[in-house]
């Protein structure tokens, strides 16, 4: 997978230009609203309005709409927020280690995205039938998944031959945040209990024995 490039590689000299006081408050108010759009979905307030957004981020409502066109745009950026935290998260696995290492190394960190998204997924949902930017964040989120699913577990689907489609589209469906979300909410499992789940679909699917 290809590196993200660096700034100063985009754009050579950039990183060494400070940014003047106008521009340095800009950039600091729009993270604020960003941050502040974050924090008031992840404590439960799943349709933030500008007045509660620009009073969390301590700004003016103007100046919610002096720095995104509007609400669609900030939940673009909000989306471009989470994508750099979930990176975090991810790590590369070893598509050459046995797969009995594989599947609890992939499903950890599964796991651990799909908790951690699951807030502002909650909220994009009821905003995306009315949003092109949700709406395409989630094909570029699934799209991500797919590919990196497809990754781990080359070996296993190159093996399936022509069930190959019937098998990623079960490792999709059992690794799904919406299967992530019924375990958690529908079943009320803990975080722990939910993990143990879906490594048990994973291995069922693969054919690989439960220790």
């Given at each position: 997978?290809?590196?993200?490039?660096?700034?100063?590689?985009?754009?050579?000299?950039?990183?060494?230009?400070?940014?003047?006081?106008?521009?340095?408050?800009?950039?600091?108010?729009?993270?604020?609203?960003?941050?502040?759009?974050?924090?008031?979905v992840e404590e439960g307030d799943l349709r933030p309005t500008a007045p509660r957004i620009a009073e969390r981020a301590g700004v003016?409502?103007?100046?919610?709409?002096?720095?995104?066109?509007?609400?669609?745009?900030?939940?673009?950026?909000?989306?471009?927020?989470?994508?750099e935290r979930l990176s975090e998260l991810v790590r590369p696995v070893d598509p050459g280690a046995p797969l009995a290492e594989r599947?609890?190394?992939?499903?950890?960190?599964?796991?651990?995205?799909?908790?951690?998204?699951?807030?502002?997924?909650?909220?994009?949902?009821?905003?995306?039938?009315?949003?092109?930017?949700?709406?395409?964040?989630?094909?570029?989120?699934?799209?991500?998944?797919?590919?990196?699913?497809?990754?781990?577990?080359?070996?296993?689907?190159?093996?399936?031959?022509?069930?190959?489609?019937?098998?990623?589209?079960?490792?999709?469906?059992?690794?799904?945040?919406?299967?992530?979300?019924?375990?958690?909410?529908?079943?009320?499992?803990?975080?722990?209990?939910?993990?143990?789940?879906?490594?048990?679909?994973?291995?069922?699917?693969?054919?690989?024995?439960?220790?």
């Amino acid at each position: 997978m290809p590196s993200t490039p660096q700034l100063d590689e985009l754009s050579p000299g950039a990183a060494h230009q400070p940014l003047d006081g106008r521009t340095a408050r800009a950039v600091r108010t729009r993270d604020a609203l960003v941050d502040a759009t974050i924090a008031l979905v992840e404590e439960g307030d799943l349709r933030p309005t500008a007045p509660r957004i620009a009073e969390r981020a301590g700004v003016s409502v103007r100046s919610v709409f002096q720095h995104f066109d509007d609400l669609e745009t900030l939940f673009g950026a909000v989306g471009a927020r989470m994508v750099e935290r979930l990176s975090e998260l991810v790590r590369p696995v070893d598509p050459g280690a046995p797969l009995a290492e594989r599947i609890p190394a992939f499903v950890v960190q599964r796991c651990r995205v799909n908790e951690a998204v699951s807030p502002i997924n909650r909220a994009a949902i009821l905003h995306a039938p009315g949003s092109d930017t949700i709406s395409r964040q989630f094909q570029q989120g699934h799209a991500f998944a797919a590919a990196h699913l497809a990754e781990v577990f080359a070996p296993e689907l190159d093996a399936a031959g022509p069930r190959r489609p019937a098998l990623s589209d079960a490792l999709l469906v059992a690794c799904s945040w919406s299967t992530w979300n019924l375990l958690r909410t529908l079943e009320d499992r803990s975080v722990e209990r939910a993990a143990e789940a879906v490594q048990g679909m994973v291995e069922l699917i693969l054919g690989e024995p439960t220790p």
